[in-house]
């Protein structure tokens, strides 16, 4: 019935309301438009084509002899089959009793380079239209003819057709009585396809969305006017030929009058010498020290896939390749970590597929990957690979507690692998590795065992120390060389070059004021999204500071728009005792305090950025899946094996012996995994949309033909 459900409503959506103008238009009759002249801004040539000189004066009058419904806009022999350029404008309209015009203040257009979106929705009765065109000065447009009241066609989009159905499926599958939370978790075939399929979907979307922006690669630094300086697109590629070389430092040219400035991290200073002395380019987002440029960022993508890559081929490797793989690899360890935490939490009380699988795909929209990555900026290299490493690690070491349940030590190999991956994030992104601070919580048991076994004889001091061994050595092969690494770039082996950063403002000489932080917090993660009921109805948030700091583009906060599921998290009181019953009080501890320091490093150094979010969003959604197995397990039937344990953790228990649900927890378990299922499909639906909002890079015939499916509004 859901699946017979879902088609129906699909059916319905694709037949009669993104098609709604074709059974609008299908009697119409269409006539050409009478064209009533241009303003005094616009200049029409003899070619077909028209120039903006005047923005403000640039519009195109049109009527016709009958009420205009929609308006088609005709090929001119000026458009190429290459040109994507939208063509924006405003339209102002007027019925035959009107004494003037009534301003829309919405932008609206067409692409040459898209059919579907040469149809334009009027309304309203209006026999006159006014296009008042939202083109810069000099913007050469197409001088189409305009046919009033066309047969518009009925179109079908596979990619709307796609998003349909995954929508449908996220309902179907996750909705509260759903099959797949009554099979418990396990490794037979009847759990390991549909995890397979589940993990496959949450690793593909984000390279997915990225293939769909396409950004562009940028092989050389890019020139960014506002700084008068270039951009270090390519300084992955630099350190790779540096690695290479032997040197720690980066082959960029220094301009000689920067490199005396008194203060070169002073940005309106370095801007004013720039455009003073261009003889040689000033690099942007780069470390500058001791009359060099070194890169700030994470040494570990340089070594792991650049300089290989560099030194098989002989070419560098292209920023959009290594996103794609580090992106990859990141979803990949989240997948296998929200997986071995069910596993970790279900060792006590069993742990449902379906909350398995829910969990997998809640994880790729919260960690902030899929948010950021159609922006193609090599910043988040260092970023998804510090995750990979971190999540790896923490998955690595969840095997290791399982491995040595019996023996209450935890399987050595595990935890030395487990602790080389969560290293390495200090040479990826270094406050990462504040994510080791979760293995106090995860092996708290197996601290306290080995203590006692330690104090117990020599015997047990051994094993102790060889177990400290495995957890630490580890850390030390990964931290002594990076160390060295600094101390020969900086001077210092704890600097790692962040603050000799040129960037939008004097790194090395500026303190955020405390009182900032607050502030952060909210658009960090409880900011309300823009939102609209005009495609793509995502916009950005202005961010209100009243001391200057390091602001960027933003959506809205974590829990409003990455995670809106993560609502759960603020009622903790409320699960705590099903939290204890599956020992996940302190993984879920140690996650969101790892997660606040991870935090405050970035709001401190810089500011407010949605792209900032990976650093610690992933760690809150470790909090988040534990919850959630721990409702999942919790909100089960309870038998008579439980009544002491639930005695012992406060919770009500049944004790007839039998296997019988509560009404008042069912209720409950329906209206968590509701909630859940719909924050999922919101979270999915907005990472959508937000990927066409203002100053996201996708490209124009995509942009222009899914605006298209809401012309009806």
Not at 113 to 123: C, I, L, N, Q
Not at 339 to 344: F, K, N
Request: net charge neutral.
């Amino acid at each position: 019935m859901p699946a017979f459900i879902a088609i129906l409503v699909i059916a319905l959506l694709e037949l009669f309301v993104f098609n709604l103008p074709f059974w609008q238009t299908v009697g119409s009759r269409p006539e050409q438009a009478h064209d009533d002249g241009v303003g005094s801004g616009l200049t029409v040539e003899s070619d077909g084509s028209a120039v903006v000189t005047d923005p403000d004066n640039a519009w195109r009058d049109l009527s016709a002899d009958q009420s205009i419904e929609y308006l088609y806009m005709g090929h001119s022999d000026t458009e190429h089959p290459r040109q994507d350029d939208a063509v924006r404008w405003r339209i102002s309209t007027a019925k035959n009793t009107d004494g003037g015009w009534y301003n829309a203040n919405a932008d609206v257009g067409y692409s040459p380079s898209s059919e579907a979106s040469r149809y334009s929705r009027v309304g309203g009765r209006a026999t006159r239209v006014r296009i008042r065109y939202q083109m810069d000065k000099g913007a050469v447009i197409p001088y189409n003819t305009v046919t009033v009241n066309p047969h518009v066609p009925m179109r079908f989009s596979p990619l709307r057709l796609a998003l349909e159905i995954i929508v449908a499926l996220l309902v179907i599958l996750f909705r509260p009585s759903s099959r797949l939370y009554r099979i418990r978790l396990a490794r037979t075939r009847a759990c390991l396809v549909p995890l397979a399929l589940c993990a496959a979907f949450a690793c593909l979307v984000p390279l997915g969305l990225f293939a769909m922006a396409a950004p562009q690669d940028n092989p050389e630094p890019v020139y960014w006017d506002f700084y008068a300086t270039w951009q270090a697109t390519d300084q992955y590629q630099r350190l790779a030929d540096a690695i290479l070389h032997g040197r720690a430092w980066l082959d960029y040219p220094v301009n000689d009058a920067f490199a005396a400035m008194a203060n070169p991290y002073d940005t309106r200073s370095r801007t004013q010498l720039a455009l003073n002395h261009p003889d040689v380019p000033i690099y942007f987002d780069v470390a500058f020290h001791g009359g060099r440029y070194y890169s700030y960022f994470g040494v570990l993508p340089a070594l792991l896939l650049f300089a290989p890559f560099k030194a098989v081929t002989g070419m560098p490797l292209p920023t959009n390749a290594s996103i794609a793989v580090v992106a990859l690899l990141a979803s990949a360890a989240c997948t296998l970590l929200a997986v071995q935490i069910a596993r970790l939490i279900g060792r006590r009380r069993p742990v449902s597929l379906g909350a398995t699988m829910l969990a997998i795909i809640a994880f790729m929209l919260g960690n902030g990957i899929a948010m950021l990555i159609q922006l193609g900026l090599f910043y988040q290299i260092p970023q998804e690979l510090a995750v990979a490493c971190a999540a790896g690690g923490l998955a690595a070491w969840i095997q290791a507690k399982l491995r040595g349940l019996d023996s209450g030590d935890p399987d050595k190999r595990f935890l030395a692998l487990g602790s080389l991956l969560m290293a390495l994030t200090i040479a990826s992104r270094p406050h990462v590795v504040v994510a080791s601070l979760i293995a106090i919580p995860l092996f708290a048991d197996e601290i306290r065992g080995l203590w006692c076994d330690g104090l117990d004889g020599r015997r047990g001091l051994l094993r102790e120390t060889a177990v400290w061994a495995c957890a630490l050595i580890p850390y030390a092969i990964v931290f002594l060389p990076q160390f060295a690494y600094n101390m020969a770039r900086f001077g210092s082996p704890m600097d790692f070059g962040a603050t000799y950063n040129l960037t939008g403002y004097d790194m090395t000489h500026f303190h955020a004021p405390l009182t900032q932080y607050p502030a952060f917090f909210f658009h960090y993660l409880l900011q309300p999204p823009n939102l609209t009921a005009h495609f793509p109805f995502v916009g950005q948030d202005g961010i209100p500071l009243t001391t200057w700091r390091s602001e960027h583009p933003h959506f809205g906060g974590w829990f409003m728009t990455d995670a809106p599921f993560a609502f759960i998290l603020f009622a903790l009181a409320v699960w705590r005792p099903l939290m204890a019953r599956a020992k996940a009080t302190g993984l879920v501890a140690g996650a969101l305090v790892c997660a606040g320091l991870a935090f405050l490093v970035d709001a401190r150094i810089t500011g407010v950025d949605y792209r900032y979010e990976i650093d610690f969003a992933w760690m809150i959604m470790i909090a988040v899946v534990a919850v959630l197995y721990a409702l999942d397990a919790g909100f089960g039937a309870v038998t008579v094996n439980d009544v002491a344990e639930e005695k012992e953790t406060g919770a009500c228990a049944n004790m007839t012996g039998h296997a019988l649900p509560f009404d008042a927890r069912s209720a409950l378990r329906r209206l968590v995994f509701g909630w859940f299922t719909t924050g999922v499909v919101a979270a999915f639906l907005f990472l959508f949309f937000k990927q066409f909002a203002p100053g996201m890079n996708m490209p124009v015939r995509i942009w222009w033909d899914v605006a298209s499916w809401f012309l009806f509004m």
